[in-house]
């Protein structure tokens, strides 16, 4: 039997993942360090034969015997990467390094959990694949961006240079249940803000834009492009459909039904004005394309955070 290792798969996106392969009946390895990953994500699985725990920091090698990697380990969000950014660098680089020589040695297939900061603030717009990005090396989201971008050239040279079986998948926003309350995230923020009543923080004027993307279509994209043969480039994923954050906040609003009032804060520094995926590749490649409307998408997260909220007053 195939046996697949998740790492990060304790986290928001990689406890999805963990849920989807055991339900393919897939051999699932999770390894996760707990820094912003929650072992209440994946307390149901813990009594499942397919699924087996292992607390282990990536920046410190793994030896394990596995037939593919989806490399996911990394603290997401801007709190919690800005937190250590010395660690955040070395997560995504020691991390990617541990995890390719892992590959390398069992022959098994990888995939890079990669990011749209790549493009970091980009005067190409929506972003293809073989737009290189506009990024500050030295500004304080530089540890997660520049450390994802080197990721994948380590991805790209152990490729070329070792045939190593890589897959790259830039991640644009995903949201959905077990992101984190209080970790800053804008889903998340604007949700649990409505649930209990607090006005709901925007920065700037609220007019800059992002794409959303559902987590069970991210799972089915990340798992289409481990299966996808030969496809080294780099691949986009995310949901093309484009909003303001004020028309995110007003949609949550009314979803909550809540009449909390919107207030705003200023830009932080680096802050991106405008993201959109361009999945053109995804969808004739992988034919993949996210299936889960926004509105729906949110009615699932609220339904979540809603018991959270009522647990936690
Ligand atoms: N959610 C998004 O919108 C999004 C967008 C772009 C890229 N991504 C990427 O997808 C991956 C998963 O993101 P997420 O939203 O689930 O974030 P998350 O913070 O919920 O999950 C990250 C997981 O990695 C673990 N981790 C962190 N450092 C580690 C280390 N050194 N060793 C072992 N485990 C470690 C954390 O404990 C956590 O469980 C990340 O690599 C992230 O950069 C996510």
Redesign the pocket.
């Known amino acids: 039997m195939k046996r697949v290792l998740v790492?990060?798969g304790?986290?928001?996106?990689?406890s999805h993942l963990c849920d989807r392969l055991i339900k393919n009946g897939v051999d699932v390895l999770c390894?996760?360090?707990?820094?912003?990953?929650n072992k209440a994500n994946i307390a149901h699985l813990l009594g499942n034969p397919l699924f087996e725990l292992k607390r282990?920091?990536?920046?410190f090698p793994l030896y394990v015997e596995v037939d593919k990697i989806y490399n996911?380990?990394?603290?997401?969000?801007p709190v919690?990467y800005q937190h250590d950014p010395v660690q955040t660098t070395k997560?995504s680089v020691h991390?990617a390094i541990n995890m390719l020589g892992l590959a390398k040695r069992v022959k098994a297939c990888i995939l890079q959990?990669s990011?749209?900061e790549v493009y970091g603030d980009p005067e190409v717009h929506p972003q293809p694949e073989d737009y290189s990005g506009r990024v500050n090396p030295i500004g304080i989201r530089s540890c997660y961006d520049e450390g994802?971008r080197l990721a994948e050239t380590l991805m790209m040279d152990y490729h070329r240079q070792n045939q190593v079986d890589t897959r790259i998948a830039r991640?644009?926003?995903?949201y959905g249940p077990r992101m984190?309350e209080d970790d800053g995230r804008v889903v998340s923020n604007f949700v649990v803000q409505a649930l209990r009543g607090e006005p709901l923080t925007l920065y700037g004027e609220g007019s800059q834009t992002r794409s959303f993307c559902y987590v069970d279509d991210l799972v089915e994209g990340l798992i289409r492009l481990m299966n996808a043969d030969d496809l080294h480039q780099p691949v986009n994923l995310g949901n093309p459909g484009e909003f303001t954050i004020k028309q995110l906040a007003e949609e949550v609003r009314r979803i909550c039904g809540s009449d909390s009032e919107l207030t705003y804060l200023p830009l932080p520094e680096d802050d991106p004005r405008q993201r959109k995926p361009d999945i053109t590749t995804a969808q004739s490649v992988l034919g993949w394309i996210p299936k889960v409307p926004l509105a729906e998408g949110l009615e699932r997260t609220v339904q979540y955070f809603r018991e959270r909220v009522q647990n936690s007053s």
């Open positions: 790492t990060g304790a986290g928001f996106v990689g390894v996760d360090n707990f820094f912003t990953g282990h920091d990536v920046t996911l380990a990394c603290p997401a969000s919690h997560t991390g959990a990011t749209s994802k991640i644009f926003n995903t984190l």
